[in-house]
């Protein structure tokens, strides 16, 4: 017989009894995320496993920021794959503040009043372009100095977090050698500031470059594990690597995306089982919810 579903009892202890208890509740998401905390643990526990964590860009405007951030800093993960507003907001919230804001607000006011909207967290214009293309204006002198004409996104990444305040992602990804990886890097400010620079200096990103080390990791684990926050190209980067060793051996996605439109976002994790990207024996989960809520659920559980 399967186990018994068991009621939920808050009593106020840890976060960790309160994740087991969502787990032998048997109910739909609340088991999943108890699920996740497992995999987490083995997954985290294994000495012989790669261990992806990908995000988009969008939670790095949230506190959730924090959560990856000590994550990075607990060395919990070998490599990171995101997207290029993730070193937007990443560098942007090291010099600036962003702030409280809604999803009722009045889009054209703000504009006129110099605030860009992200979903509720109002982003004050000067706080982002503007600070952006100074920072990367007299970064990229320095990090393409001594005629160095190219770096990966990578190098790149590594060389901008010894530029960062150590409340920063990649500040902590740099000082632990951890390599972040942005696929997609000219579609963002910095990714801008790197095109614009391109026009009076002689470099390039070399993309290539961020391919071969990815490969070089894959293929040189026994197994391998991801964290996947969110979808598009930092999930498929992920699992498309992995699909050349035989697929992830453990596998956590929480996503808010719906698979009836077919969408990479919105696929289960046991889809990409098909495309040999997660192993049929994977221990494996999709969690569907929020990760502002869910992560600081889970990383709370796991470090108790």
């Not at 804001?101 to 372009?129: C, M, T």
């Not at 690597?241 to 077919?262: P, R």
Request: hydrophobic residues 40%; proline residues 2%.
């Amino acid at each position: 017989m399967p186990a018994r579903v068991k009621d939920i009892h808050l009593t106020g202890d840890s976060s960790r009894d309160l994740l087991r208890q969502l787990k032998e509740s048997g109910g739909f998401t609340a088991r999943k995320v108890g699920q996740s905390v497992d995999i987490m643990k083995e997954m985290l526990g294994d000495s012989d496993s790669l261990n992806f964590l990908s995000f988009p860009a969008d939670l790095i405007a949230t506190g959730t920021r924090g959560v990856i951030r000590d994550m990075v800093k607990e060395k919990w993960f070998d490599v990171l794959i995101t997207t290029c507003g993730t070193l937007d907001h990443d560098i942007a919230r090291s010099f600036g503040g962003y702030y409280e804001g809604s999803f009722d607000a009045d889009d054209a006011l703000l504009r006129k009043k110099g605030v860009h909207r992200l979903g509720n967290v109002f982003i004050p214009q000067a706080n982002y372009g503007a600070l952006i293309e100074r920072k990367m204006a007299a970064w990229l002198d320095s990090i393409l100095s001594k005629g160095r004409d190219e770096i990966s996104t990578a190098g790149l990444c590594a060389e901008i977090g010894k530029r960062l305040k150590d409340d920063s992602i990649l500040y902590w990804a740099s000082k632990n050698g951890i390599p972040v990886v942005v696929p997609g890097i000219t579609d963002g400010a910095v990714g801008y500031q790197i095109w614009q620079y391109s026009q009076n200096h002689r470099f390039h990103l070399n993309l290539l470059e961020d391919e071969q080390m990815l490969s070089d990791l894959v293929f040189g684990s026994k197994k391998s594990g991801a964290l996947i926050l969110g979808g598009g190209i930092s999930k498929h980067h992920v699992i498309w690597w992995n699909a050349f060793k035989g697929g992830l051996d453990y596998a956590v996605y929480i996503t808010t995306a719906q698979e009836f439109d077919g969408s990479l976002s919105g696929a289960r994790m046991k889809e990409a089982i098909s495309w040999g990207k997660v192993k049929p024996g994977a221990k494996q989960v999709t969690v569907d919810g929020d990760a502002t809520v869910l992560l600081p659920l889970l990383y709370s559980s796991l470090v108790q």
